[in-house]
């Protein structure tokens, strides 16, 4: 036998002794699939789409920018669910968010695991991302009860002032304070069912005890309503047809 061969041989038993011992020590660097990949999000949090953000920006109506919303939580690792929320009405089904490779994707759950791939996401910018071929807006939602508060945020959130000098002020956490016997509020963000006619706010002494009031905002002034039941719908109990009835405050919004 040549020292050459004796050389190649001592060298492949000694690879193969080394490649033995990392296995035990657990030093063996493997692949792992990203569908099982347990990492943080960077982009986690609450997003809206752009569509809707720029409706309420520009209109301030909420009935008006319903059509074609959607919303999404990021969650902050990925394997953890989560849904869509279309048009504030109704959820899709169960999805995860992964990472592959360099790239996020989104994925639809079925009986608890992955079913399909439905878009990747791309980060634009730290607030704003592309899922598929939509456009999403970050907002600074809070969560309370099982919702979401969207429009406090986005669109009543500030401090507010009454014709006779009075300071208001709506909070994003749904709380309102200087509004007399208010000290909570709802804008609604779902006008599919009956009775939805125009915007409306439920205002109340606690989150449980409220009302229903019509809304509408002409640039920074907030106009809020009695409602007027036009048509009642017997079956249900409910008022079917409404509109703006007594004007019962009149604000205007600080700069």
Known sequence: MTRTLIFILTLGFLFSCSFKNSQKNGNVTTSVDFKSLDTTVSF?????????????????????????????????????????IYNFHEGG??????????SYEMWEMQDDSLNSRLSEIQIVSPTKIKIGDRNFVKINSIERDDNYLVLEEILFKGHYITAEGKNIEFKNNGQVEGLGIFYYYNPIVDYFDEGMQVDQVRFGKSK????????????????????????????SGNCAEVEFGQLIYKLWRKK
Do not use: H, R
Request: hydrophobic share 35%; charged share 30%.
């Open 208 to 235: 449980e005890d409220n009302e229903y009031f019509g809304f509408t905002f002409n640039t920074d002034t907030l106009e809020i309503y009695k409602l007027k039941c036009l048509v009642f719908d017997s079956t």
């Open 93 to 102: 089904p169960f999805l995860k968010i992964l990472k592959n490779k360099y």
């Open 44 to 84: 986690a949090g609450y997003w809206l789409s752009e569509e809707y953000f720029k409706s309420i920006t520009e209109f301030k109506s909420p009935k008006k920018a319903q059509d074609g919303c959607q919303f999404i939580v990021i969650p902050d690792k990925t394997l953890k669910q989560t849904i869509m």
